[in-house]
């Protein structure tokens, strides 16, 4: 079992900041090699010090702010614009970023985009549903509509 810190949220396993324990191979060739993870040493427990704080930072604060936000989100349908062909294909796939500034962009509370869960890539025009996490007990589904550019 290998000892590791992780730097960005991982469904399933923990936050930025925990320290955890998960087979070698799993460190080795998924979690380190994308900048999920680091190694554990005693030179980098200081660093889960800072990660906590900038979590702590961009987290909402409480259970009550979180479902207010929630709400704010849930009431709202988001619109994202992106280039489509004539049948209504995309050119590419609609990022998280780009539902996050489309978040901002409809007057709703900012979200980060780490924050935002697309069950399928979105490649075409239309209605999708997507999971935004606010807090540990705390999910929005925000409406997002595609159309064309």
Do not use: C
Not at 23 to 34: E, F, H, M, T, V
Not at 38 to 64: H, M, S, Y
Not at 72 to 98: I, N, Q
Not at 114 to 129: M, P, W
């Amino acid at each position: 079992m290998a000892k590791i810190i992780l730097t960005h949220e991982v469904t399933g396993l923990g936050a930025p900041g925990d320290v955890v324990e998960v087979k070698d191979g799993y460190a080795r060739n998924y979690l380190i090699p994308r900048n999920l993870a680091t190694p554990w040493t005693k030179g980098a427990e200081k660093d889960v010090t800072a990660i906590r704080k900038a979590r702590k930072a961009r987290e909402i604060a409480t259970l009550d702010d979180a479902k207010a936000v929630r709400d704010a989100l849930e009431s709202k349908t988001v619109v994202v614009t992106a280039k489509a062909g004539d049948s209504g294909r995309l050119f590419g796939a609609v990022t998280t970023a780009e539902i996050a500034e489309a978040v901002k962009a409809a007057g709703a509370p900012a979200i980060d985009k780490r924050k935002i869960e697309v069950a399928q890539a979105i490649k075409s025009l239309g209605d999708y549903t997507v999971s935004v996490r606010l807090h540990a007990d705390v999910a929005a589904k925000v409406n997002v509509k595609v159309v064309a550019a």
